[in-house]
């Protein structure tokens, strides 16, 4: 009789055999960067991540500045006409571009704040 299901490996848990990370870690996983696994984030370096956060942050600055622009072409046309159009696609672009460019730096931010924290354990002990 043959089985249909993959037996787990011993000592291996569900996390580890797709990649994934829990909050259980062991020595070996302490390099990690958040969900990724050492061997994944290997080739990224200090320029990496900073470039991650220097487009995220431009992205985050467009939206934030096509939201500004809405919200007074919104006031303008109050004062002008009475009532303003609801510019949805504005919104929705100035949403999208604040959060896409949050969820970039947040990576670069992550790498640094870690580095710098390591630096100051290092420095402080």
Wanted: positive net charge; proline residues 4%.
């Amino acid at each position: 009789m043959e089985r249909r299901y993959k037996v787990p490996e011993p000592g291996v848990r569900k996390s580890q055999k797709f990649g994934l990370l829990d909050s259980r870690r062991g020595k070996d996983e302490r390099d990690s960067f958040g969900l990724f696994p050492p061997q994944q984030t290997k080739g990224e370096n200090a320029i990496t991540f900073t470039g991650e956060i220097v487009v995220g942050v431009i992205m985050t600055l467009c939206g934030a500045a096509i939201a500004y622009v809405n919200a007074r072409t919104i006031i303008d046309e109050r004062a002008q006409f009475g009532e303003a159009a609801p510019h949805v696609g504005a919104w929705l672009t100035a949403i999208g571009l604040i959060l896409i460019g949050g969820f970039l730096a947040h990576g670069g931010i992550i790498y640094w704040c870690k580095q710098l924290l390591g630096r100051k354990k290092e420095s402080s002990s």
